[in-house]
């Protein structure tokens, strides 16, 4: 096989397994639907090599298609151009029960089955099938806990055509929350052999007090759209162009208190199910003293929103500055109504080395699905922290000696030690006397910038509002005081605060708003940094006649 050959066999295997990866993805508008509903089945294909419509006869066992429309779509991301056809097809159940939807097929793509639940619909609307346009409310459950959720579903089901001018009363009931889930959807169903359009709409609500809840009539209008003579006869009941005002019927929801074991000063939480995680960045398995180590706890209920979710508890441990951001809420539409999400994130910095006890998270809440209590939790862990020797300058005095063990005492090195002090008395004291016979001599020129310019550019870097060029002056500041800035720190409030401020510009998101004029303010406010030495500027002679 020649090099041309094989290259053509990779394209085309290339080609043909990048065919099979794009695939023909399928969904569906609901799984859940009543007997003689319609449900939308959306196939997509992003593989432009593939040409036709995807076969549907697998579908004429267990559903009556009544519609197939096409949309293409050309979208433009990162300067290449993608192209995506959807076929959108309107099937009916034939049966209840389980019904699935089997894998269908598009030249050499095929789709994933979906199974979908169709159960048995009640009575309502076949009583009520001879009206051209009727409302059905229902609730998901009769009894619930107070500030737990019930989903309150709205159908209206007409047999004429309505204008665009329908609408429904807002929803408000007094002493209860009201969320509206989603957008309201459209479909069709089947009642005694005549084709219904479906309007419906779902709401959550959550009670705010035990009793009795009563939800109120709601009105839907629109206006029937006129029946032409050669179109028919006109359904019973309807008038061409007539405005039409139909109310659904007031339902009552009975609202359950607290339990009576609920433990006080915990806040209530009546989900159908909780979950609690946790997650770092990066990991802190090789962290040292000055990282930066983000946690993010993240806890979401079923049956709740996000504004119901309580703060999870801050991390407070000594050793570990903490700088907190916003915390972020999300709401999630669900087949059973709402999933509320509260992530919270904040940023660890250690001061110091050594193990750190992170203690454990527990949120308590009440299970509405199993009716108990439950507690859902993140195990206790320990953090091991090293030395960072970049940050040797900042290390605080004494933490380092207070970490260490305590060492043996040993009477030789005690011994050894006070010779050596003693030499080193007797060899300096020496040089002292010589150096008293010795001629006075010029200091030498000091290498390296002076005092004067480094704290010229600290001036400068914090006047800026840098908070990065101020670390990085500040360093080198200190390296020629007489002392470390951790003991500056101590001896000085202003400056210990102006530190802490500096701190959190660099290990959170509010750098860009950091002023450094406080800082320098602390600065100039120690005496050291008023008495500047610079040796490279004294340009006094030496004594005539040295002592």
Avoid at 94 to 109: A, D, K, T, W, Y
Avoid at 116 to 137: C, E, K, N, R, T
Avoid at 249 to 275: F, G, H
Avoid at 423 to 432: I, R, V, Y
């Amino acid at each position: 096989m020649t090099l041309r050959s094989s290259l053509l066999l990779v394209l085309l295997l290339c080609a043909n397994l990048s065919a099979h990866a794009a695939g023909l993805l399928a969904s569906v508008d609901r799984t859940r639907l009543n007997s003689g509903e319609s449900v939308e089945l959306t196939l997509e294909s992003k593989d432009v090599t593939q040409f036709g419509k995807p076969d549907l006869a697998p579908l004429e066992a267990q559903f009556e298609v009544r519609g197939t429309r096409q949309v293409n779509q050309l979208t433009s991301l990162g300067g290449e151009n993608q192209a995506t056809t959807r076929w959108i097809v309107t099937l009916t159940p034939r049966v209840n029960g389980s019904v699935v939807i089997p894998e269908l097929h598009l030249g050499e793509l095929s789709s994933e089955p979906i199974t979908l639940l169709v159960v048995q619909g009640d009575d309502q609307a076949a009583a009520d099938s001879l009206a051209p346009v009727f409302i059905d409310a229902s609730l998901d459950q009769d009894n619930v806990y107070v500030q737990a959720q019930a989903v309150l579903t709205l159908r209206i089901y007409h047999s004429v055509s309505l204008y665009d001018d329908s609408s429904l009363t807002p929803l408000q009931i007094p002493d209860a929350r009201v969320e509206q889930l989603g957008e309201s959807r459209t479909y069709e169903k089947q009642i005694n052999g005549v084709r219904h359009g479906v309007i419906e709409w779902r709401y959550a609500i959550y009670p705010q007090h035990s009793g009795e809840l009563t939800i109120p009539a709601q009105v839907f209008s629109a206006t029937l759209v006129d029946v032409q003579p050669n179109q028919g006869q006109q359904a019973p009941g309807a008038k061409p162009g007539k405005l039409m005002r139909i109310s659904s019927t007031p339902m009552l929801l009975r609202v359950k208190p607290q339990p009576a074991i609920w433990p006080a000063e915990t806040p209530w939480l009546p989900a159908r199910s909780l979950s609690l995680s946790e997650s770092w960045s990066p990991e802190p398995d090789h962290s040292q003293v000055g990282d930066s180590l983000t946690r993010s706890l993240t806890l979401k209920a079923e049956g709740l929103s996000s504004g119901q979710l309580p703060p999870l508890p801050a991390t407070t441990l000594n050793g570990l500055r903490r700088y907190p951001d916003q915390p972020q809420l999300s709401n999630q539409n669900s087949d059973r109504g709402l999933i509320g999400t509260r992530a919270e994130r904040e940023a660890l910095v250690p001061t110091h080395s050594g193990s750190f006890d992170l203690p454990a998270v527990e949120v308590v809440w009440w299970n509405t699905h199993e009716d108990h209590m439950e507690r859902s939790s993140l195990p206790a862990r320990t953090l091991q922290v090293a030395n960072n020797p970049s940050l040797a300058v900042d290390t605080p005095v004494g933490s380092a000696a207070n970490n260490a063990p305590p060492q043996p005492p040993l009477l030789w090195a005690w011994k050894l030690a006070t010779l050596i002090l003693a030499c080193t008395t007797l060899l300096g004291f020496g040089l002292w006397w010589r150096a008293r016979s010795q001629p006075a001599v010029h200091r030498a020129a000091q290498t390296g910038p002076s005092p004067r310019t480094l704290l010229d550019d600290l001036k400068r870097s914090c006047l800026a509002n840098d908070p990065q060029a101020t670390r990085q002056a500040l360093d080198a500041w200190a390296r020629q005081q007489p002392e470390t800035l951790a003991d500056m720190a101590a001896r000085f409030v202003t400056l210990s605060d102006a530190l802490d401020g500096l701190n959190g510009a660099l290990y959170s998101e509010i750098g860009q708003h950091w002023q450094g004029e406080e800082l320098w303010k602390a600065i100039r406010a120690i005496p050291a940094a008023e008495r500047l030495q610079d040796p490279a500027g004294d340009n006094s002679l030496p004594p005539l006649y040295p002592k």
